[in-house]
């Protein structure tokens, strides 16, 4: 397994220059006055300090202490009944923050609102499962991949990731082929720490290709018994087709082949 490099930095280094293309800013407007969107900023006055509209929805941003007032208004003022999905992004070597979204959705008018809050790394935020059952399993899922805490969940353990898993996979400074503990895991739990000498590590680079770690079965006209020696070649075998089940179809190409 190649060695750990710290990633805190990771979002203040430079990620494009001039010689790559720099996708355009999304597009922000105004909250057009006389409009749905307007009533809801109106219902929630001073709980929303910043609002604009992105790609027709509603973005407000809010104080992470105001989430369930916010969303409650929402529910009940608004006809913001449904949240479709919340989870958190990382700007913690940015910013020293997490950013925290709640995906609303409005049946009745077909409309969404994108309520945005950030928290402090050690921070956490009040559970919005009285409000929306859905919460359940996503703020287990927030606290499983960033491990922000939600307070007064019902439940909150991880739901991905097994219960003694080291790290939270979604921040940006876990490394992308897992750490130590993950090169490690299946080995302690399958068989025991004692054979880590007899089994070795996982591996955990997917661009790597051992054709000697598995059985072979996708070398074809090449297979052999598990565990064979094969140091000095494996014989090539004629492949066989089903007359019932499976088609041969290399017959066209060997009708080809007569002809030419």
Known sequence: MRKYTPKDNVQKKSYYTDRFYIAPRVPRSQVESGSHFADVVNALKKLAFESYVEFNQLIVHI????????????KEKCGYTVCSELSAVDYLASSGEFEIFYQMLN????KRVRVLTRIKK??????????????????????????????NHPY????????????????????????????????????????????????????????YDTKRFSR???EVPFGADISSGEKEKDIE????????????????????
Do not use: C
């Not at 049946?107 to 077909?110: F, I, V």
């Not at 190409?253 to 030419?260: E, H, S």
């Open 107 to 110: 049946l009745s008018e077909a």
């Open 63 to 74: 104080k992470s202490t105001d989430n369930i007032k916010v969303l409650q208004i929402l």
């Open 122 to 151: 050690d921070e956490a935020i009040e559970s919005i499962v009285p409000l929306h059952k859905m919460a359940n399993f996503a703020e287990r899922e927030m606290y499983d991949m960033f491990g922000i805490v939600a307070n």
């Open 220 to 222: 074809v006209g090449h």
């Open 156 to 211: 909150l353990k991880r739901i991905l990731m097994p219960e003694d898993w080291v790290g939270h996979p979604l921040l940006k400074t876990y490394p992308l082929q897992g750490d130590e503990a993950a090169s490690w895991y299946e080995v302690d739990k399958i068989f025991g720490k004692e054979y880590r000498d007899i089994i070795g590590a996982e591996n955990r680079d997917p661009a790597k290709i051992d054709r």
């Open 241 to 260: 087709y089903s007359k019932t089940f499976l088609v041969d179809y290399t017959s066209s190409q060997k009708q080809l082949d007569k002809r030419k």
